[in-house]
């Protein structure tokens, strides 16, 4: 259903209509000589002529815009002669300009009707009782409006400037989650398919060994189930250390042969750093299980200079097809997060497939 559109913008609010008010300026000349009934009656169908007039103007632009201040003027200088009572149309012909643009053509208008009032006054000898408030209040009533309109278009403006940045902070986060998932989900479900396809062939030869894989496949879901819970709740439960048990305890299971190479002292890492490095060998070794013939994997973290370097590798059968290196989404994602944390991550297929990742030790 369409809803007729209001006849003055909510951007203005309510204040438009109390301006109405202002009309019975046109009273006062009763207050200090007698009213016609001629005078009257013209006086309200000038009101009827100009209250359209008005209306008109809050949903104009351009050259419709501009007709409605002049048409408003001149009804103020009609009436000059007669009821000073008509600089109130001079007045409301001052406030329209001001939502002329840009902003110089709304003074320039402002300039030309004060010299049009100016120049009527002295043609027709008009009383000052016209003059005063049309020059006077009309524009300042103008300056004041432009002003106004200025400041409510910044203000417009800063609303979009801030729904834009809402809705890129909406996409972010989607983005974010998206690669959470990934990143929690793909390993996870790429064991159980492997353990459930091996429990599957020893169903008949190894019922028990089928039977043990099937509980690491059970306690496998498990884990990932907790894992997706601790996303949603923002926390991460497992730290790299953690991690790097688990893909070594996945990888050994598959028949890869794990090497590891840590620092002395471990040392301890900030929450970012951490997580991005745990996150980094999981994809790894996802990628390992996924696509490779991996017997042998080195895994090896160590300081250089201002950076930690996280180096895993793993050997390629000798009848491997080496295809061009394309990043998937979880190594896109990985990308994102370690050029957010000034690092970087290379990758080469050779006569190995290696993964090495630089991340700023001062994160760390």
Not at 79 to 84: F, L, Q, V
Not at 157 to 179: F, G, M, N, P, S
Not at 278 to 301: D, F, M, P, S, V
């Amino acid at each position: 259903m369409h809803l007729p559109s209001p006849l003055i913008p909510e951007r203005y609010g309510k204040a438009p209509y109390f301006w109405l008010l202002s009309l019975v300026i046109f009273g006062w000349k009763a207050l200090y000589t007698r009213m016609e009934m001629t005078e009257i009656g013209l006086i309200l169908l000038s009101i009827c002529a100009f209250l359209p007039i008005y209306f008109l103007s809050f949903n104009s632009t351009g050259k419709r815009l501009m007709a409605c201040v002049f048409a408003t003027l001149a009804l103020g200088l009609i009436w000059a002669p007669w009821n000073g009572g008509g600089s109130t149309f001079c007045i409301f012909a001052a406030a329209m300009a001001s939502r002329i643009t840009p902003e110089r053509r709304a003074y320039q208008t402002l300039g030309f009707a004060g010299l049009l009032i100016i120049t009527c006054t002295l043609l027709l000898n008009l009383q000052p009782f016209f003059w005063i408030p049309a020059l006077l209040f009309g524009t300042t009533a103008g300056v004041s409006a432009v002003i106004g309109e200025k400041m409510l278009r910044s203000k417009e403006d800063l609303l979009r400037k801030q729904e834009e940045v809402e809705y890129l902070a909406t996409i972010a986060e989607r983005e974010r989650i998206a690669r959470d998932m990934h990143d929690l989900l793909g390993h996870s479900l790429s064991v159980i398919a492997l353990k459930a396809e091996l429990a599957r062939k020893l169903m008949q030869r190894a019922p028990e060994q089928a039977e043990q894989e099937i509980r690491d496949v059970e306690k496998t879901a498990r884990d990932a189930l907790a894992e997706v819970r601790a996303a949603i709740t923002g926390y991460r439960s497992t730290g790299f250390a953690h991690e790097l048990r688990q893909a070594c305890a996945t990888l050994e299971s598959s028949g890869v042969q794990c090497q590891i190479q840590m620092p002395a002292n471990f040392p301890a890492l900030s929450a970012a750093t951490e997580n991005i490095l745990a996150l980094l060998l999981r994809e790894a070794a996802t990628n390992i299980l996924r696509h490779g013939k991996a017997t042998q994997c080195h895994i090896r973290l160590e300081q250089q200079a201002a950076q930690w370097v996280l180096s895993i590798c793993n050997d390629l059968p000798q009848d491997a097809q080496y295809q061009p290196v394309r990043d998937g989404n979880g190594l896109r994602g990985m990308r994102e997060r370690l050029a957010y944390l000034n690092g970087n991550i290379d990758i080469r297929c050779e006569d190995q497939w290696k993964i090495r990742a630089t991340l700023a030790r001062d994160f760390a």
